[in-house]
């Protein structure tokens, strides 16, 4: 890691912030290192300008801050870099935990007809307010989100997200066929009004922009070159879309292109597969999809509530790692049933039992923030501790419960404290969330306008 021992005399152009708690984060896959994580019980974390310049034993350094220092005692909490939500859709916040129905009927029933609703840009600000102000609420400071067909719905998602300095990742979806006529664009004006969000939000402060094809159903053979075109004509540009959900939806692709070998095939014969790349899903794959995945240095959005909650399968996270796949864990609102990366962590534990395979706390975590940041091709930025990196962290409460009180005097190791974190953890255990070293959600409330 590159964090950083400070010399004794503390001075401001170093040190305008510090903030006192245990600490915990990683510099690599816990499965691949043994030497993978650092936990420091009583730790001071010194910031600048929102970026980190140390983190360290407070014992060290505590008597040396300089005068005027802002200073956040969190003694007693633990605080780890901002949990990464790698795939989720705002538009459907109003619809979550509606009953009953796997992926192609809840598109159907619920999903079409509430984004139809984004038109109104009063609908989208205000459901993209209170959509950022939940992520903050369960710890959430990064995310890969899906908007609408609509431009207003992107606007509102990235307004919202600039408001907080949160980082979010966004895009107009595309969608010109096989869906109602009032959810559909053309191939020509989703390229049209891709390029003009791209100039306007791509690079515009943290907002990062992602081509967003629903999925292979819903665009023509011209969009989905359009969606190619986007990304050779702008660089450094996302992609995001669904692959391989449901068995019903897999065998749908194979009619629509029945001379492609594979759903995620089709993504790769019109250039859609590579760096930056974001598949939510990926269940219904072979181990020639997951290679190609893996050589195009594309990325998985491991989504387990919503795997179970619409029935579509379960996700085969040890094959990730045996390709070398990058996976970020996402909760999928509205599919998903909840905002909680904690949550989302309970039921990929889970998913891997079900599978016969192991979620270690260690892993889980470690997906929940490096793996996720490495999955969005951020880590650069964020994700750990490192000097430079982008300060999002989540100050954790783990007696936020009574009974997370008595279980945590039963723990007798970080690992297994995490563990219990996981499973018995949601919001209430997020005590504060800091966004470029400052603090948006405290308490229960936001803090966006204090």
Same mark, same amino acid.
């Given at each position: ?7 004794v005399q503390?001075?401001s152009?170093r040190c ?6 245990s ?15 650092? +936990? ?11 970026h ?18 802002e200073?956040?005692?969190?003694t007693?909490?633990l605080?780890?870099?901002g949990?990464?939500?790698?795939h989720?859709? +705002?538009?459907q916040?109003?619809m979550?935990?509606?009953h009953?129905?796997?992926?192609l009927?809840?598109?159907?029933k619920?999903? $079409?007809?509430t984004?139809?609703?984004f ?8 459901t993209?307010?209170?959509?950022c102000?939940e992520?903050?609420?369960?710890g ?6 899906? /908007?609408t067909?609509?431009?207003?719905s992107?606007?509102a ?7 907080r300095?949160?980082?979010?990742i ?12 009032f959810?559909?664009?053309?191939a020509?004006?989703?390229y049209?009004?891709?390029?003009k969000?791209?100039?306007k ?13 629903r999925f292979?159903?819903?665009s023509? *053979?011209?969009?989905l070159?359009m969606a190619?075109?986007?990304?050779h004509? +702008? ?11 449901n ?6 692709v194979?009619?629509?292109?029945p ?5 995620l095939?089709?993504?790769?014969? +019109? ?10 899903h990926?269940?219904?794959l072979d181990?020639t ?6 050589d195009?240095?594309a ?12 029935g ?8 990730a790692?045996?390709n ?6 996402a ?16 039921e990929?534990?889970?998913?891997s ?5 192991t979620?270690?706390?260690?892993? /889980?975590?470690?997906?929940a ?6 999955? @969005?091709?951020?880590d650069?930025?964020?994700?750990? $501790?490192e000097l430079?990196?982008e300060?999002?962290?989540? *100050? @954790?409460?783990?007696?936020s419960t009574?009974?997370?009180?008595r279980?945590m005097?039963?723990?007798d ?10 499973? @018995?953890g949601?919001?209430? /255990? *997020?005590h504060?969330t800091?966004v470029?070293g400052v603090c ?9 306008q204090?």
């Amino acid at each position: 890691m590159k964090v950083i021992s400070l010399p004794v005399q503390l001075d401001s152009s170093r040190c305008d912030k510090a903030i006192r708690a245990s600490f915990l984060h990683f510099n690599d896959d816990p499965d691949k290192s043994l030497d993978s994580w650092e +936990y420091i019980e009583d730790g001071l974390l010194i910031l600048k300008l929102g970026h980190v310049t140390a983190l360290g034993k407070a014992d060290d350094w505590f008597d040396f801050l300089p005068d005027g220092v802002e200073f956040h005692d969190f003694t007693g909490k633990l605080i780890m870099p901002g949990f990464i939500d790698t795939h989720t859709h +705002y538009p459907q916040t109003d619809m979550i935990a509606s009953h009953g129905a796997q992926l192609l009927e809840w598109l159907e029933k619920y999903t $079409f007809p509430t984004e139809a609703k984004f038109s109104d840009i009063n609908v989208a600000n205000a459901t993209a307010e209170f959509f950022c102000d939940e992520l903050l609420r369960n710890g959430t400071t990064t995310s890969a989100v899906f /908007a609408t067909i609509h431009p207003e719905s992107v606007d509102a998602i990235f307004g919202a997200a600039q408001k907080r300095d949160m980082r979010i990742i966004s895009g107009k979806v595309m969608m010109d066929q096989n869906a109602p006529d009032f959810l559909c664009d053309t191939a020509e004006t989703s390229y049209e009004d891709s390029a003009k969000l791209i100039e306007k939000w791509h690079g515009n402060g943290r907002a990062l922009y992602a081509v967003t094809p629903r999925f292979v159903p819903t665009s023509s *053979v011209d969009q989905l070159r359009m969606a190619n075109r986007l990304r050779h004509e +702008y660089k450094a540009l996302y992609l995001q879309t669904h692959v391989a959900e449901n068995t019903d939806e897999v065998a749908w692709v194979a009619e629509l292109f029945p001379d492609r070998r594979s759903y995620l095939d089709v993504y790769e014969h +019109y250039g859609l597969v590579g760096e930056r790349s974001i598949y939510a899903h990926c269940i219904h794959l072979d181990s020639t999809d997951r290679k190609l995945i893996a050589d195009r240095g594309a990325s998985m959005a491991f989504c387990p509530t919503s795997n179970l909650f619409l029935g579509s399968g379960l996700f085969d996270l040890d094959s990730a790692l045996f390709n070398n796949i990058k996976v970020g864990v996402a909760t999928d609102v509205g599919g998903g049933t909840s905002f909680s990366i904690l949550q989302t962590l309970n039921e990929a534990y889970k998913v891997s039992q079900m599978s016969g395979q192991t979620l270690t706390s260690m892993k /889980a975590f470690y997906l929940a923030t490096l793996g996720g940041a490495k999955a @969005l091709s951020l880590d650069h930025k964020l994700g750990n $501790f490192e000097l430079d990196k982008e300060a999002d962290f989540v *100050v @954790l409460d783990l007696e936020s419960t009574p009974l997370m009180e008595r279980r945590m005097d039963n723990s007798d190791s970080i690992q297994d404290k995490l563990f219990a974190l996981m499973m @018995l953890g949601d919001d209430r /255990a *997020v005590h504060a969330t800091f966004v470029m070293g400052v603090c948006r959600f405290k308490e229960g409330r936001s803090t966006c306008q204090d």
